[in-house]
Structures are given as C-alpha cells and as structure tokens.
C-alpha cells in the first residue's frame, strides 16, 4: 500500500533553516509528481512547492519562492524541502503528497501524517 512518511521537521528560530523528508513506499515514486502542503494552525491547507517525476521542473508558492528548494532523490524515494531564512508565518504542520498533474492543477490522492515545523525564538 502507498506509504508516505514525513521526519525532520522541529523547533527553528526566525532566519534559520530546517530540512524536511518523506520517504514513499508502495508505489513507483519516479512515476509521480509530488508536492509539500501546509497546514498552519487554525488555517486551511496550503500549497508550497510541488516537484515534476525527472525533477526537471519545480514550482513553488509566492510566500516560499527563493526560501525554499523542493528536491527528489528517485533511487532512494525520497522527497525533501530545504527550507532557509524561515520566518514564524512558516509555523505549520507540512504534508508530503502524491500528486496527479491534469490540465494544469495540481490534485493530491495520498498525504502523509504530516511533520511539525514551528519557527519561534
């Protein structure tokens, strides 16, 4: 079954940087688009980055743009978001997702449990 596992997330000061993973399983990873989302407290869910099968193409959200790098790593299926000059409006419990790309949105059918990134001082 499709398993997605999200670790590294964790208490940050604003301006540093914290590096987030998820490891997929149970299905062909390199086949699939995948994407961050975050969900920050109180709020709705919001898109952050989303990354193409050969990673040759990445997107990112206005608020992350030039902050954050989306990455993948096919043969060790793993997703990561390198996130640096963080600031407190990061603070949100981040989503790894697989991700169908269909006339140009991007949909999610599995999510992960979700990892915690809180950017406090």
């Known amino acids: 079954q499709v398993q997605l596992v999200e670790s590294g997330g964790g208490l940050v000061q604003p301006g540093g940087s914290l590096r987030v993973s998820c490891a997929a399983s149970?299905?062909?990873?390199?086949?699939?688009?995948m994407s961050w989302v975050r969900q920050a407290p109180g709020k709705g869910l919001e898109w952050v980055s989303s990354?193409?099968?050969?990673?040759?193409?990445?997107y990112y959200a206005d608020s992350v743009k030039g902050r954050f790098t989306i990455s993948r790593d096919n043969a060790k299926n793993t997703l990561s978001l390198q996130m640096n000059s963080l600031k407190p409006e990061d603070t949100a419990l981040y989503y790894c997702?697989?991700?169908?790309?269909?006339?140009?949105?991007?949909?999610?059918?599995?999510w992960g449990q979700g990892t915690q990134v809180t950017v406090s001082s």
């Open positions: 997702a697989r991700t169908l790309y269909d006339t140009n949105s991007f949909k999610y059918d599995y």
């Open positions: 149970g299905f062909t990873f390199n086949s699939y688009y």
């Open positions: 990354i193409t099968t050969g990673a040759g193409s990445t």
